[in-house]
């Protein structure tokens, strides 16, 4: 059992509310929370074991208040929801067998790639378009892969979601960021069954964190729900960019 100073639990607080905040407009909260949890002191697979933990909360909050809002349909995203806890049990078990490192390397350069499209295409996600893959189809393969990576890895797992949905649905930014938010919320509930089972999860922590998550995470989903893609699209390319910078400097360092 980890043990917390009292000192610290302020500071586990706040830092989950700024994190509910920014991940529910785009993203990229872990960057904020993890290195908050390891410089508390918690080795590496509990702080991320706890960060699942409080993260739950996050999505949950942002994801009721999507769904109060008419913008995610639950029951058209059934399929979603089914393959994306089918994948991230698949991965949060794999991670457990091997090695994670290939994927690590990997995955800057896959979101350097988004980040660039996003920049370059300023009009896309500004308003739905015309979907590009059947929705069942769609739920399918990127419920399983996206599902399989958060469960596996996780960073970038919102941008991945976002610029999926938009490509493959034709849902415009804040729309998919609603949906995003809810297969987010799958992921993190399986991931932390298997981190839980583990023993790898600081409940204090964690539960402390998760309740700064969820006010941050109402405030972000209400801004987005207000303002639109205009507001979401700034703050997603500035999300993403500092994921990749974040992943390459762990990376090559």
Known sequence: MTSLSPLFLPLLFATGLVAGCIDAIAGGGGLITVPVLLGIGLPPQVALGTNKLQSTFGSASAMFHFVKAGTVNLRDARRGIFWTAVGAGIGAYTVQQIDPGFLKRFIPYLL????????????????EVHPRMRKEVFYTVFGLLIGFYDGFLGPGTGSFWVISIMLGLGFDMRKGTGYTKLFNFVSNIVSLVVFIVGGKVVLLAGLLMGAGQACGARVGAKLVIHKGTRFVRPVFICSVLAVTAKLFYDNYR
């Open 112 to 127: 350097l790639a988004i980040l660039a499209y996003t920049i370059f295409t300023p009009k896309l996600g500004a308003e």
